[in-house]
């Protein structure tokens, strides 16, 4: 595959607090804010960042499901809001699920090497406590197949996809090892929620993680093979950041010490209406990691930072073989071995990933990057990693839907 | 006729109240499922919802309504299921709206007695008056088939009065479900030595179809659970009363109040929880159980009193708690009841509660609030701890609180021994299930 034409930097990263049950200060019954909050929230805590909005080209913004959670359809017409620089700038939402802010990502970095702009805001956002979670199941169920899946289909429809892959991956591999995989996947990630005040679990004061995580599923409330540890939470959020080519950074202001760049990427699409392949593989995670790695040169012995897409605690053991930092079936081990804590070997998701920090679904991917940029740049001030010179890259893999839109991007820090 | 037979057709008096729409809603969401059973399709489901008021009524349906969506909501799983051969109903907001719409499809409403002349099951949840219970029993009984089966929710009314006055031949049991029937997991369950064999078996399938706990109670007025609260509640307003002579009335309602929540690790003061149940209730189970045990004195001035000023207690149909012995902000105690001045002394930590508290001394070392340990797995070693400490303390608080445990206890004792109850697990698990209480009062703590 052809390297990137020229070069691209991401800059001026923002978080928005992952707002949900878990917060203390989140209370379902009180008013809470509307989606344009945190879209202009996030756009304005990255627009701070630079000397002047009027130097942002244009806009990408992502999403999944907002006409469904809030009603709210034609969302880039919020990014005008955030600032009025940015009054008919060309701006242009993407969607593919749970995988949007990897789209997002990828169509902002494709506007800079189209040399039609020189700096992209791309915002990432969902807000998803407008309804329960019940009713939440049913709008997610939207990133599978309406009309094969959703009828045959569980009350919570896509915990039960990744509890089936579950329940196979247990027969293949073993329940106790896997089981014991998972929680101590739980228990990595909301010890690294537990250093990120944005966090969702932020305050979680859990005594006994290991123990929570190993929690019998409890099938005639929940799923079959997962329990509610095992599964990420529903949130309200938002992520920006800023794409720009070398003319754009000086534009912005920006030195190359706040930016990264990227190195390389691989996206695919798999087909919507088709089953997995191999429930205890993600297959397309494997591809288009395999692309990030084959633009690149790299490899997982190079990686010394990795974001994945935990929306489960099983995702985040498969997520981990379908990219080559352990083999088929050894995705538990790995995370055993602790080489995927905060100081281990390949920090995993050191802002607490989906389990701990979050997941506003159309937002994650932006949020994925925006970690990259804080840690490649030693601003991730409490969760921060410390990036081995030897492996100096950091990879970040966003996964839409059962595994079918994945972006794996592969950034440096900027030199 | 088989259990699922009877359900096809039940009627239930006095639905409105606030036992009443529990037992409504309870009644409708087992009829919705089996109404839903593939063999069932063809037969007709009915439920007569029967109460004097016609507001009521209408609050009744509107609260059915909000409940059901909302027990959709938590059994959606089961509901896929149920609803899996309807192509129509995809997402979970189809099922759940299609079980609403079943469940409110087979009640009927009404002030006439005469709509339920075909039930097979009649639920009677009326106010606690004998005369009245045994009137309106006696005019359904006249309207039904001799077939029909009674089950009565009193709480104290021995049930071989009724069965005798309203001439029912054994086809009324005793099925005291506790407040709200909907989520407290208990049911007294009360036969008398006429009670015909299939309403008995009948309580029981109901009891594992609804998920509540039976514990079975002999036919002695208030049973086993308003025999425990009766007794303690008049042993606190008593209580009270000794401690006004240095703190004042309202001063002797504040500390009993204080030290049966907190020191007996409840949770609700025991002033609280007669508000809760109703202040004229409270006050009517003590007449009635006092009225068939003439030896033991248990009635209290202080209800009279409270019932002529008209300061009663009892929730709002929002469900927010009515000023009684207390005064409430949000559902949390603010102020307490002076009877005298027939106003409410605001709690001031800053000045005579907060003195009051000083009195009452410091809480033992090993104190946990009873929210703080309701869901602890190592609830009764941290008991045992705390009510050591408790009864080796000198403070007031200490001391008050252990007599009303060793009150609590010998009430309980009592029960066994009088034979109201079978067992002393009996009178625990009545406490534990009914009143939320973390430890049976017959225990080793004091």
Known sequence: ?415 | MTFDERLQNVAIIGAAGKMGSGISLLLAQEMARLKNRPENKDKNYKLYLIDVNLDHLAGLQQYLKSQLVKAGEKACVMLRQMYKDREDLVENQDCINQYVEDALSFIRTGTDLSIAKDSKVIFEAVLEKKDLKVDLLKKIDNLCGRDTLYLTNTSSIPINVLNKEANLNGRIIGFHFYNPPAVQKLAELISTDSTVRELKDFSMELAKRLNKKIVPSNDIAGFVGNGHFLRDGLYGLREAKKLAKDYTLPGGFYIINKISQDLLVRPMGILQLIDYVGVDVFQSISETVGGYIPGEDLKDDLLKKMYDKKVLGGQRSDGSQKDGFLKYDKNRPVGVYDIDKGEYKLFDPQGWSGEIDKKLGEYPTGFFAWRNLVADPKKNDKLKTFFQNLRSSNTLGAKLASAYLKNSKEIGEKLVKTGVAKTSEDVNNVLLNGFYHLYGPINDYI
């Not at chain 1, 002047?52 to 009603?71: H, L, Q, T, Y």
């Not at chain 1, 996206?267 to 494997?286: F, H, M, S, V």
């Not at chain 1, 997982?300 to 053991?317: A, Q, R, S, Y």
């Not at chain 1, 100096?392 to 794996?408: E, H, L, R």
Request: charged share 25%.
């Open chain 1, 1 to 415: 595959m052809s390297k990137l034409r020229k070069k691209v930097y991401l800059t001026a990263g923002y978080n928005t607090v992952s707002f949900g049950t878990g917060r203390k200060e989140f209370n379902p019954k009180k008013p809470r804010p509307g989606i344009e909050h945190y879209i202009t929230e996030a756009g304005r805590g990255s627009i701070a960042q630079i000397n002047d909005a009027k130097n942002i080209d244009e806009g990408v913004i992502s999403n999944f499901m907002a006409a469904r959670f809030c009603k709210q359809g034609n969302l880039a017409g919020f990014i005008p809001e955030i600032d009025p620089a940015l009054e008919y700038k060309p701006s242009t939402r993407v969607e593919g699920a749970c995988g949007s802010g990897g789209m997002a990502l990828v169509t902002a970095m494709k506007t800079v090497l189209s040399e039609l702009a020189d700096t992209v805001l791309t915002i990432g956002v969902e807000v998803q406590n407008t309804v329960k979670a019940i009713y939440g199941a049913d709008i997610l169920a939207g990133a599978g197949h309406y009309a094969s899946e959703r009828k045959e289909g569980h009350a919570y429809f896509f915990p039960a996809k990744f509890s089936d892959r579950a329940g196979v991956y247990y027969q293949k591999f073993g329940y106790e090892p896997t089981r014991k995989g998972m929680a101590l996947w739980y228990e990595q990630m909301i010890k690294n929620a537990r250093k990120n005040p944005k966090a969702q679990e932020y305050q979680n004061s859990i005594e006994d993680l290991f123990g929570a995580g190993m929690t019998p599923p409890n099938p005639k409330a929940f799923v079959e093979n997962l329990n509610i540890y095992d599964c990420s939470k529903v949130s309200d959020g938002a992520s920006a950041l800023i794409f720009a080519s070398e003319e754009g950074l000086k534009r912005l202001g920006i030195n190359k010490k706040d930016a990264i760049e990227v190195v390389g990427y691989g996206q695919c699409e798999a087909n919507l209406t088709k089953q997995p392949e191999d429930p205890t593989r993600l297959l397309t995670t494997q591809k288009a990691a395999e692309k990030a790695y084959q633009m690149t040169g790299l490899g997982p012995k190079d990686i010394g930072l990795l974001e994945v897409h935990d929306c489960f605690t099983i995702t985040g053991l498969l997520a981990l073989e379908a990219a080559g930092f352990a083999e088929y079936g050894k995705g538990a081990a790995l995370v055993e071995s602790g080489k995927t804590r905060i100081d281990g070997e390949i920090p995993t998701n050191p802002g607490g990933g989906l389990i701990g920090f979050g997941h506003y679904v159309g937002g994650t991917g932006v949020r994925q990057a925006v970690d990259c940029i804080h840690e490649l740049t030693g601003k991730a001030n409490g969760y921060q990693v410390k990036i081995n010179s030897n492996r100096p890259y950091a990879m970040m893999i966003s996964m839409g839907g059962n595994d079918k839109t994945v972006t794996a991007m592969i950034f440096k820090k900027a030199e």
